[in-house]
């Protein structure tokens, strides 16, 4: 098996119109006394740029695959990508089991030779309520899309649920987050990577919540109060209150049931505000 060994250049040439122009060598050893050199322009937005120039480095790139005991669609994306050094592969699963583990240290093995990070992000029992996984995979993606430049969602292995919980998660990301994710899966007959349009993801908006943001994250923390209680945590008038909770209710957020009336939040509102 020939060995590859690569080593790569950076040059900051010039700042200009909000771009950064980094002029970049690459060169590919497959042989002692050979080597294959590329030259390649490179030009990032500002806010990489600046980080450069701060001397903080790239913000690099985030992969993130549902992951059962199969690392083979991983490890083309890792290839697909050009995952490498500043890079994070994060692999979502259930409980681990022994051939979960043989597969993500096979994983990492490939990662390390190209500097990338690995790291298993386990959900356990989480996994059996659709609510609180979906919930998780949110908080997961919405910190990666603040750290990084990009990131890729990968659903092509692990369970059927995490999937689901997964993609739930990136359509119900804020929308300043939202434009960083890339979701994608590959196909099981002839290994096809297929991109979800960004377009399809941006689709699905969360409610507007505005003033009832406040209302709807003491519900979903405090759930059973009445509508008096609320009012008297929140500083407002009962009649205001009355009134965010039924617009709240339309947008099927909220269930407004029994006697006296006490809000109970939908799954949906545990997801959106993610605060429980």
């Not at 970049?24 to 450069?52: G, N």
């Not at 022994?98 to 993500?104: F, H, I, N, Q, V």
């Not at 990968?154 to 359509?171: C, D, K, Q």
């Not at 209150?241 to 006490?262: C, F, I, N, S, W």
Request: with cysteine; proline share 4%.
């Amino acid at each position: 098996m020939t060995r590859l060994g690569l080593v790569c250049y950076a040059r900051v040439e010039r700042l200009d119109n909000n771009y950064l122009t980094v002029t970049c060598m690459l060169k590919i050893h497959a042989k002692p006394k050979s080597a294959c050199i590329m030259h390649c322009e490179t030009r990032l937005y500002e806010s990489v740029a600046k980080q450069v120039l701060n001397g903080g480095g790239f913000l690099g790139r985030a992969l993130v695959a549902s992951f059962g005991f199969d690392e083979k669609f991983v490890v083309r994306a890792i290839i697909r990508h050009g995952i490498g050094g500043g890079d994070l592969v994060v692999l979502v699963t259930a409980t681990p089991t022994e051939k979960t583990l043989s597969a993500y240290k096979y994983v990492a093995d490939i990662a390390g030779k190209v500097d990338a990070r690995v790291e298993l992000y386990a959900l356990g029992e989480k996994v059996y309520d659709f609510t609180t996984l979906a919930v998780e995979a949110k908080k997961l993606l919405t910190k990666l899309a603040r750290e990084y430049e990009r990131v890729t969602l990968l659903l092509s292995g692990g369970m059927r649920v995490i999937v689901l919980g997964l993609y739930t998660a990136a359509l119900a990301l804020p929308e300043e987050v939202k434009e960083k994710i890339v979701v994608e899966l590959d196909t099981e007959d002839r290994g096809v990577r297929v991109e979800i349009p960004r377009e399809v993801v941006e689709l699905f908006k969360m409610p507007e919540l505005g003033a009832k943001r406040q209302l709807l994250e003491l519900i979903v923390r405090e759930p059973g109060q009445t509508i008096e209680q609320l009012a008297k945590k929140l500083g407002k008038d009962e009649s205001t209150v009355r009134r965010q909770l039924q617009t709240l209710a339309e947008q099927k957020l909220v269930k407004l049931d029994g006697r006296p009336t006490k809000p109970q939040p939908t799954p949906a509102a545990k997801i959106l505000v993610d605060r429980w």
